[in-house]
């Protein structure tokens, strides 16, 4: 969902959040989950005639618009289908082994969610404190057309950290496959294919040694326990196949390849980073910075300014992100020091494919 400010919202908090139900509604329908798209539009009005949404949601209506409330609702039930503790509902979502509703509409599905909903509150209410960790294979098409732009300025082996990381599948970006016509990346036997990941111009044809793969999170997920497992599934929209089949190829990656996974805050990661002599320290976070407060904010862009000031060319430092813009895009952006060149490499999709690359063009140091 493009980012939305609490003033392009009006009326009472009821009426906000079910404008912010609506706007995601429509974000998934465009985004390729006509399921969440329907289920989300019946819960907006469900919420606006106090109907179960509204009971479930009493005490989060003034949740800021971009902690995607109305993901964390579905993220909840998700689970419930997921684990055989809400067998109605598995029975319309594929991910769960049930079937789409072919009705307009989605009436059953909405029928058995708000059923859901209205039996089990106290399942769904945790889910509702902590933003979606949403964590989407996709965007490692853009983590590695940029490690490949990096490689490519100066071949040396990579230190990956990434903030905002959730279970840090996309720290073994590097193993996965992206097949193309043009240009391709990785081992076709990888258990993660990122179809159609690429169009437009090609990243360079270099090679990308990572020695190092660290991630933190404020509440990090291990992606080789069930329970981590579970709540990942959830997170993908039930009608995404696509999704689920390159989250279980990580899944799978994750049991082979170990990454450090920290609890803790960007901010302190970004502090305690240290340059290395002989390597590229990459800094990258993607549909992340959302979740920040101004103050995180500024934190993290004077951690990044005080680690390119320290950057030699011996101890080289780059910074990529995914991140949303205003104007709904999501650029794919790397600076890189010395030198602090700021280079727009392409545009995605909030769930990284596919990436348009265009042919990079020099911004702002
Ligand atoms: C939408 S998820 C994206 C996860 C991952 N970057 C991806 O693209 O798949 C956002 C993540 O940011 C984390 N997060 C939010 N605020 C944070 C902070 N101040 N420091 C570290 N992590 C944070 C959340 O816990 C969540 O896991």
Redesign the pocket.
Known sequence: MAAVANSELNGSPTERTAQLLRLQSAACREIGSPLYGDLLALAADDLLVGGPVAQVLAGHLQTRPAGVLALRMLGAAHALALSGRAPELAAWYPSAGGVIDSEPGSPHAWAALKNTLAEQPDAIRPWLDW??????VG?AAALIGGLLNIAAQESLPIRLV?????AGL?LRADQFYVPGDASSYGDPGSPVVLSHGWQGAAPPDSHVEVIERTG????PIDPTSAHGQLTLTAYVWPDQTDRLARLRGALAVARSVPAELRTE??TRTVTSIELVPGTWTVLW????RQ??DET?RAELAEGVAALGAAATGQARFAYLYLEQSRSGGCPVVLTTWPGGERRVLGTASPHGIPVHWSAPTSARP
């Open positions: 933003p979606p960790q949403t964590n989407e965007r990434e903030v905002g990381a959730s996309n933190a999170d404020l509440a805050s960007a976070h993607s549909i992340f979740y920040l995180q």
